[in-house]
């Protein structure tokens, strides 16, 4: 059974609201990167990047940072990782980095980005944008922007299936396999 929670209409009016409770947060966009996970979370701060820029009629540098090689599942996977691409376009000493990713679940690729963030540099300050966090932390991390919440079963999965992915722009809700 797979039910749609979120449609591209959906997807757009959440990303415009967390564009703006950025901008908010921060007192404009000085001083930001905004930094995608691979994969998902690199569309979607591509996408809130275009955002904040029509607001702000300013650009903000945008990332795409892999953290394959940081998961404390490496050994216990049956397949190797998959290694993306890294592409960190500015020195992220001293500024503040929002780190984007589209599902929040237990909270180990978080702190997998976290650590590899600093491999690149001493932030200011690290905040958190998710398209969806479904719950079910196993570490203390907390979004700052979350676009939806939808609490899940562990025997559910959430998929965010996006355009720049050759798919329909839309959030699903399927039972595991």
């Known amino acids: 059974m797979i039910k749609e929670l979120l449609n591209k209409k959906d997807i757009d009016r959440v990303l415009s609201r967390i564009a703006h409770e950025i901008i908010e947060k921060n007192k404009g966009i000085e001083n930001i990167c905004l930094v995608g996970i691979q994969r998902g979370g690199v569309h979607i701060a591509k996408r809130l990047s275009a955002k904040i820029a029509a607001i702000e009629q300013a650009d903000m540098p945008v990332g795409s940072l892999d953290i394959s090689l940081y998961r404390d599942d490496i050994g216990m996977r049956k397949e190797q990782p998959v290694v993306r691409r890294t592409d960190i376009p500015c020195d992220i000493t001293d500024k503040k980095i929002i780190l984007v990713d ?76």
């Open 102 to 177: 589209d599902v929040l679940f237990t909270g180990r690729s978080i702190r997998a980005a976290m650590d590899a963030l600093m491999d690149f540099g001493r932030p200011a300050e690290m905040q958190l944008a998710v398209l969806i966090d479904r719950g079910h932390r196993e570490l203390p991390i907390r979004a700052d922007y979350v676009g939806k919440n939808i609490p899940t079963a562990m025997s559910e999965n959430i998929e965010a299936q996006l355009e720049e992915e050759g798919l329909e722009d839309r959030i699903i809700l399927q039972a595991k396999e």
